[in-house]
Structure formats: C-alpha cells, structure tokens
C-alpha cells in the first residue's frame, strides 16, 4: 500500500477496536481473496480489506455491504431481483437472490454452479449482461450483475411477434 500499512498493523487495529486473538486473525481483500503480509505492497490506496477476527473464512455476503439496496424489480418463483447502487462507483447493479434451499444437497452441484458463474464472469459482450460476483449464503445463491434497464427481449417478442432483420442485428452484433 502507498501508505505503507502491513498486514500486521491492520490486524493489530481491528483487535484493538473490536477484540479477537490476533494470531488467528486473517486479512482478505474484497474479492474473498486471503492476504499475506508479502500481499501488502500491491493493494491499492484506500482498498477494502475484511478482517476475519477469529480465522473464519471469508463471508461473502460482506459484498452486499458496498452496495445500497433499491427496489424490486421482480419477483419469480424461486427468489427477487433488486436494483442496488455501489457506494462507492454510483453504479447501477440488479442483485438476484434465489432460494436453493435442499436443491443444493450435493458437492457436486455446488461445483458445477460455480464453475457456470465463473464462465458467466469471464463472459464480456455488450448485449450480455455482465456478472461481477455470485456466491452462495446459507439456502440463496445472490448473483450481483450489470443493471439491464432496457427490458426482456422476450417481452419485444411477445408484444411485436416479429423482429425485424436489422434490430436483431443490432441485438447481436
């Protein structure tokens, strides 16, 4: 860091403030990533870093802490889809939270839903909407995405019945 904080003064800050064994504490930075001391020197000024008090894993839930809630924008069968803006960014994102409850009962789904939001994130074209996080708390898996105002193309289709040659063009090019 520019400011030449270590790994061991943030812990030693976050034990003052808010108790905890300093020698199981660990340090992440806002993507869930775990920190070393030798990690210090490349975050930027004035980055986010989750201090995990008494060695826990990285809750990912602390995302939702950047972002301020807004209203619905629709309610399905299994979960909703909120409009949240960054605190930071002011940037618009829909934050969908679905009921997995007893759906995910095996590793082996649990992997495969990772491993597709993985290649959703990797996934950059400007007619799909972009995924910056997904994770799964408690029974909801809460995907955080690019804010799409535009509508469902579904509902063009369904009002119009018919796309004409040069929009789909523009839809997908």
Do not use: W
Not at 57 to 77: E, H, K, M, P, S
Not at 84 to 103: Q, R, S
Request: aromatic residues 8%.
């Amino acid at each position: 860091m520019s400011d030449g904080i270590s790994h061991k003064q943030v812990v030693k800050a976050a034990v003052k403030k808010f108790g905890g064994n300093p020698n199981s504490c660990k340090v992440y930075n806002k993507s869930g990533v775990l920190l070393f001391e030798e990690d210090f020197n490349l975050i930027a000024p004035n980055e986010i870093l989750y201090v995990a008090l008494n060695g826990e894993n990285f809750n990912y839930c602390a995302i939702l802490d950047d972002y301020n809630l807004g209203r619905t924008l629709g309610v399905g069968g299994f979960g909703k889809v909120v409009l949240a803006k960054h605190k930071e960014k002011k940037n618009l994102v829909a934050i969908k939270f679905t009921d997995v409850g007893n759906e995910l009962s095996s590793a082996n789904l649990i992997s495969s839903i990772y491993k597709e939001a993985e290649s959703l994130k990797a996934l950059i074209h400007k007619h799909i909407v972009q995924l910056y996080h997904a994770f799964i708390e408690g029974k909801q898996f809460i995907m955080i995405m690019e804010a799409a105002m535009g509508g469902e193309l579904l509902d063009y289709l369904k009002k119009n019945k018919i796309m004409p040659e040069k929009t789909a063009r523009h839809i997908i090019l």
